[in-house]
């Protein structure tokens, strides 16, 4: 924490105590002012307040009352205006408000489910009904803010911005909203599943798939066409495997955009499946896709950045980045044409495992077919380079009549 902050929280530290103290004041001496008179209020004995004390005690007494009351907007916006007439700044007034919310809801949530309750030996899980109950909880408190006029929090404003870009607060607040249902819709989904209302994994991939479909043509419905890019660069799906991707390699915002596009198109040449596996057509257009993006990526990377980017993010385990690292004469030409053998693998055992083959026949067409994998890389790398990775185990190839495991990570949105 940065001085400055430091010193803000201190400075509300100090002032909070001192309205509590006033309230304690009031409420320890109202005996007393009761029976005196309005124009000469009394502390205590024959002391008589000055009319600033007099009335920052009034103030605080009428805080303590409000302070007490039900949590509604309109008791926040009254509570609101005793501190500004007080004196406070806004800042400090925004900043109680959301403490005195934040404070009440962190109450009633400890109620639905105390994490601290749970010994450290046990998973805190809370059931789906406390989970429903504490999301709504969620919901319950952006919307007491927003009918107090009162901003979320810097860190959650700050998060929101990240998210939102420069929309208006009006598209902001409804594409929560479309965020939200959504998120109950699967959450519900997730629940059903684990009361074993679903039918299997291809029946949820469906029913994720719709409501994926749903829920962005219910955004395109609200945002205009810029807009809607705006928004998908934050919070898409290809947006975030484009981050992923980089994995640190250093880009600036226009090239992020050009492997956004890039992505985009990788997506909508190779859709994803709603379960089952792609069939060699599916794949082999996806195999083209691919090449298209790598050759964008080069183009956007250039050469050192590319290398960087294969090597730290397209490469699915450490034994091949350190492979890679400790064999710098290996190219990244040689690099990208060892994840394209991967990308290879699912191809070559899918047509190698055509229907109608006897146990044997596709036994030994898998065979084959994993000889020609290895030999592919014996021709990218060398002899003595492909034994070394394959003893590292950089790019396993499927065993005779196995599952094709590839180590290499599949690129380019696979």
Same mark, same amino acid.
């Given at each position: 924490m940065n001085r400055s902050a430091l010193l803000v929280l201190l400075a509300l530290s100090?002032? /909070?105590?001192?309205?509590?103290?006033?309230? /304690?004041?009031?409420?320890?001496?109202?005996?007393?002012?009761?029976? +005196?008179?309005?124009?000469?209020?009394?502390?205590?004995?024959?002391? %008589?307040?000055?009319? &600033?004390?007099?009335?920052? /005690?009034?103030?605080? &007494?009428?805080?303590?009352? %409000?302070? +007490? &009351?039900?949590?509604?907007?309109?008791?926040?916006r009254e509570i609101a205006a005793e501190l500004r007439a007080a004196g406070f700044s806004d800042q400090l007034v925004k900043t109680i408000m959301q403490s005195l919310v934040t404070e009440e809801l962190m109450r009633r949530q400890q109620a639905i489910f105390d994490w601290s309750a749970t010994p450290y030996w046990k998973n805190a899980r809370p059931t789906p009904e406390q989970q429903r109950a504490m999301r709504d909880l969620q919901k319950e408190r952006r919307a007491l803010l927003a009918e107090a006029g009162l901003p979320l929090s810097p860190m959650e404003e700050g998060f929101r911005r990240r998210q939102f870009g420069g929309l208006?607060?009006? *598209?902001?607040? +409804?594409?929560? %909203?479309?965020?939200? =249902?959504?998120?109950?819709?699967?959450?519900?989904?997730?629940? $059903?599943?684990?009361?074993?209302?679903?039918?299997?994994?291809?029946?949820? /991939?469906?029913? $994720? *798939?719709?409501?994926? =479909?749903?829920?962005?043509?219910?955004? +395109?419905?609200?945002?205009?066409?810029?807009? *809607?890019l705006e928004y998908e660069l934050r919070n898409s799906s290809a947006a975030s495997q484009v981050r992923s991707q980089l994995n640190g390699v250093d880009v600036s915002e226009q090239e992020f955009r050009d492997l956004f596009a890039a992505q985009k198109a990788y997506e909508a040449a190779n859709p994803r499946q709603a379960g089952g596996p792609q069939t060699v057509a599916q794949l082999q257009a996806g195999l083209a896709a691919w090449d298209d993006y790598q050759r964008t990526a080069q183009t956007v990377l250039g050469a050192d950045r590319y290398r960087e980017y294969l090597v730290s993010s397209q490469l699915g385990n450490s034994a091949a980045k350190s492979f890679f690292a400790e064999r710098p004469g290996i190219t990244t030409s040689q690099i990208q044409e060892l994840a394209r053998v991967a990308r290879t693998v699912p191809i070559e055992m899918q047509q190698a495992s055509a229907p109608g083959l006897s146990n044997d026949e596709r036994r030994a067409q898998m065979a084959a077919a994993t000889d020609k994998l290895r030999a592919r890389v014996v021709q990218i790398l060398g002899a003595q380079y492909a034994q070394e990775a394959e003893n590292a185990r950089v790019l396993q190839l499927p065993r005779t009549g196995g599952t094709p495991t590839p180590a290499l990570r599949l690129p380019g949105g696979g």
């Open positions: 100090v002032v /909070a105590n001192a309205t509590l103290g006033f309230v /304690a004041l009031r409420r320890a001496s109202v005996t007393v002012s009761a029976t +005196a008179s309005t124009s000469t209020p009394v502390v205590s004995g024959a002391t %008589k307040e000055s009319p &600033a004390a007099a009335g920052l /005690a009034a103030t605080a &007494a009428r805080l303590g009352e %409000k302070i +007490a &009351a039900p949590r509604t907007g309109a008791n926040l208006p607060e009006a *598209k902001i607040s +409804a594409l929560e %909203k479309i965020q939200q =249902d959504y998120n109950d819709l699967r959450q519900e989904m997730f629940e $059903q599943t684990q009361r074993g209302g679903a039918t299997g994994a291809r029946d949820m /991939a469906a029913q $994720q *798939k719709l409501l994926q =479909d749903e829920q962005e043509r219910d955004i +395109a419905a609200l945002l205009t066409p810029e807009e *809607k």
